[in-house]
Nanobody, 121 residues
Framework: QVQLVESGGGLVQPGGSLRLSCAAS????????MAWYRQAPGKQRELVAL???????NYADSVEGRFTISRDNTKNTVYLQMNSLKPEDTAAYLC???????????????WGKGTQVTVSS
């Protein structure tokens, strides 16, 4: 079994910062892309940021320059540093990872349960 567990969400004022973490645990042979998505009430889930196993990154236009995704492969953990937060960043933030458990099982997509980020004064 593989689990992704997010942490670090909370309530923050506009202009503030938060750092999200997502740790993968279980029987893992290799982790490929890791990503953060978000979903606000009544809206579709959207990709926020993605990082490859080699460290290449991609960001949604709405967060470019404010958010930074990083990963620690020794800890099977991905981070999202969020600065200059805006009310429109309010959403549940979900971690996603492309993981190979064994050579036989191949690669599968895994999701965390999410952590809530609320930006409000």
């Amino acid at each position: 079994q593989v689990q992704l567990v997010e942490s670090g969400g909370g309530l923050v004022q506009p202009g503030g910062s938060l750092r999200l973490s997502c740790a993968a645990s279980g029987s893992i042979l290799n982790i490929y892309n890791m990503a953060w998505y978000r979903q606000a009430p009544g809206k579709q889930r959207e990709l926020v940021a993605l990082i490859s196993s080699g460290g290449s990154t991609n960001y949604a236009d709405s967060v470019e320059g404010r958010f930074t995704i990083s990963r620690d492969n020794t800890k099977n953990t991905v981070y999202l540093q969020m600065n200059s937060l805006k009310p429109e960043d309010t959403a549940a933030y979900l971690c996603n990872a492309d993981i190979m458990r064994t050579w036989v099982s191949g690669r599968s997509d895994y999701w965390g349960k999410g952590t809530q980020v609320t930006v409000s004064s």
